[in-house]
């Protein structure tokens, strides 16, 4: 056998063990090493990385795991275990999402939990009030709800179970509520209040992510996995998409006329990984796969503190199946940088200096601006 045939054929063995690790024990866990969601603590000193059981607590400066917390008891009633993870504004507490059955408030001094949200199983994606009195939590077959900090009771129901919501964000004035939806659109919604003022439709998926830009006047999305969008809150019909499937370069057409004409096992394996990863539109399709609607990868955006940077992970637009992690500047809607693997999370530090982003092998630290990884002191 050829030496290239050879690679290939370990290529694609390879892939198919990572693409297909999902087990029923496990729906729609990609690989255990993977973090769903990534957040770093407002004093730079910790990164914390949420997966599909269990909460890590990294040294953000050696990257090293220092503590790791497990459910309590095995979250039998929630069969989708994606998670978020969202630090309160004064820095002292932070909430994680389809950790341990529901959402929990967790004490950032010691780690510890200090508030389960009662009503809120099942929730997938959370975000605090910029004042951190409130906090909005959802899922696509929960409700959209608004719970009391201090009491961790519920203080509104926006919409009632299913909410198809998959991401949600607050505007940093806090009078808006953003909601990325399995019916790939946005809608927009005062609060508190239980009718979208606004809805952005034909998005080209599943609205996977959504971010408003620190001072308001940008609201991210991310669809499918395959497109990212600024659009403007106050004026939805002003959008620019950063990232377009529709208007592709002749390199990456290429890549993807190729890839579509080669029926063989790499095109079934990015399909495979496609639907698992981001629930995004396979490159070859074959009967038999199963679509997942609730993805174990999120393709998350995420705004650097001053607003001038955007963070976007997104599907690749060829046979790799690989996902990049693209920084833009946001004035002018430029690509600065890139990165590419398998990467299913990010967070950007309380300066905007590091990039930290999940992959197989655990965080890396990039530098934005070059898309190189940072060495760290372990």
């Known amino acids: 056998m050829k030496p290239a045939m050879t690679i290939a054929c370990l290529a694609i063995i390879a892939g198919l063990s990572v693409g297909c690790a999902s087990t029923e024990e496990r729906r729609g866990e990609f690989l255990p090493g993977y973090a769903r969601a990534l957040a770093w603590s407002p004093d730079a000193k910790h990164i914390l990385a949420v997966r599909a059981w269990d909460l890590v607590v990294h040294d953000a400066a050696t990257l090293q795991p220092l503590v790791t917390r497990e459910p309590r008891q095995r979250p039998l009633q929630v069969s989708r275990p994606a998670a978020a993870i969202a630090f309160a504004p004064d820095g002292k507490t932070f909430a994680t999402a389809g950790f341990d059955g529901g959402v929990v408030l967790w004490d950032a001094a010691n780690w510890s939990q200090k508030t389960w949200f009662a009503g809120a199983q099942g929730a997938t994606a959370l975000a605090f009030a910029p004042d951190g009195k409130a906090l909005v939590v959802a899922g ?190 946001v004035g002018s809607g430029a690509r600065i940088s890139s990165y590419s693997g398998g990467i299913s999370s990010l967070a950007f530090s309380p300066d905007g200096s590091r990039l930290a982003v999940s992959g197989i092998l655990g965080i890396i630290l990039l530098d934005p601006q070059t898309g190189r990884e940072i060495a760290v002191g372990r």
Not at 217 to 241: C, F, I, N, Y
Not at 268 to 278: A, C, T
């Open 140 to 329: 696509p077959d929960t409700a959209l709800m608004v719970f009391d900090v201090a009491s961790g009771k519920p203080s509104a129901t926006m919409l009632a179970a299913p909410s198809a919501t998959m991401s949600l964000a607050i505007s940093p004035d806090g009078s808006q509520l953003a909601t990325g939806e399995t019916t790939r659109q946005v809608r927009l919604w005062k609060l508190p209040g239980k009718e979208p003022s606004v809805t952005v439709k034909g998005l080209v998926g599943p609205v996977l992510s959504v971010a408003y830009s620190p001072d308001g006047k940008w609201l991210a999305t991310s669809a499918g996995g395959r497109e990212v969008r600024l659009l403007a809150p106050l004026d939805s019909d002003q959008t620019r998409k950063l990232v377009d499937p529709q208007a592709l370069t002749a390199e990456q057409r290429s890549k993807e006329a190729t890839a579509s004409a080669v029926l063989g096992v790499v095109s079934v394996i990015g399909m495979v990984r496609s639907f698992q990863l981001v629930g995004a539109p396979a490159i070859v399709p074959a009967a038999g796969v199963s679509h997942q609607e609730w993805p174990p990868m999120n393709c998350p955006l995420v705004f650097s503190a001053d607003g001038k940077l955007l963070a976007a992970i997104h599907h690749s637009f060829d046979w790799s199946s690989d996902f990049h992690v693209e920084v833009f500047e």
